[in-house]
T-cell receptor, first 115, second 110 residues
Framework: GAVVSQHPSWVICKSGTSVKIECRSL??????MFWYRQFPKQSLMLMAT?????????EQGVEKDKFLINHASLTLSTLTVTSAHPEDSSFYIC???????????FGSGTRLTVV | RKEVEQDPGPFNVPEGATVAFNCTYS??????FFWYRQDCRKEPKLLMS???SGNEDGRFTAQLNRASQYISLLIRDSKLSDSATYLC???????????FGTGTKLQVIP
């Protein structure tokens, strides 16, 4: 099966610091990865589409300078939350597709708490 | 209009009941869909794919109604462990973005 490994699972950081979240496709190559954010009791919100070797495509209302995405290889995409604030506290999840038969495989998510 | 729309629920059903919920979609060109389940504070996990011929896997049956542009998920003999939020999404081919609906929350009660 297709596996996407996401780290860290949870992180607590101080306001103003930056946090990097990694997503790796373990047994397939992912030229495209998607980053989502989910607030408690709300739906998954697509933040950006990460493309290997090119710039990410951000959804309307998502600050590209705040949420830095890097997709330098076919198996790794990173999301860096810069100058994090308490309102950035959320559940961040990445996903990729190994093939249409597998659907979208999600990472296990990162629960970010900014204090 | 949103790509997919779902009744957020919650649907509270007794154990052993049959429950069904729908997901309407706006893009008439969509050929297939996915149903996912998401447990509280966890990532979504693929439940099943839905094509024009439908799909059945044990107690779960998914159908695609092109004329009315919705997909359905039927769960028979509900178990307590079926309690989760069920999300639908169109199969965009993997390289185009996909947006999810709000999901439908199911609570199976003893």
């Amino acid at each position: 099966g297709a596996v996407v490994s996401q780290h860290p699972s949870w992180v607590i950081c101080k306001s103003g610091t930056s946090v990097k979240i990694e997503c790796r496709s373990l047994d397939f190559q992912a030229t495209t990865m998607f980053w989502y954010r989910q607030f408690p009791k709300q739906s998954l919100m697509l933040m950006a589409t990460s493309n290997e070797g090119s710039k990410a495509t951000y959804e309307q209302g998502v600050e590209k300078d705040k949420f830095l995405i890097n997709h330098a290889s076919l198996t790794l995409s990173t999301l860096t939350v810069t100058s994090a604030h308490p309102e950035d506290s959320s559940f961040y999840i990445c996903s990729a597709i190994a093939g249409t038969a597998y659907g979208y495989t999600f990472g296990s998510g990162t629960r970010l708490t900014v204090v | 209009r949103k790509e997919v729309e779902q009744d957020p629920g919650p649907f509270n059903v007794p154990e052993g009941a049959t429950v069904a919920f729908n997901c309407t979609y706006s893009n008439s060109a969509s050929q297939s869909f996915f149903w996912y389940r998401q447990d509280c504070r966890k990532e979504p996990k693929l439940l099943m794919s839905v094509y024009s011929s439908g799909n059945e896997d044990g107690r779960f049956t998914a159908q695609l109604n092109r004329a009315s542009q919705y997909i359905s998920l039927l769960i028979r003999d509900s178990k307590l462990s079926d309690s989760a939020t069920y999300l639908c999404a169109p199969n965009s081919g993997g390289y185009q973005k996909v947006t999810f609906g709000t999901g439908t929350k199911l609570q199976v009660i003893p």
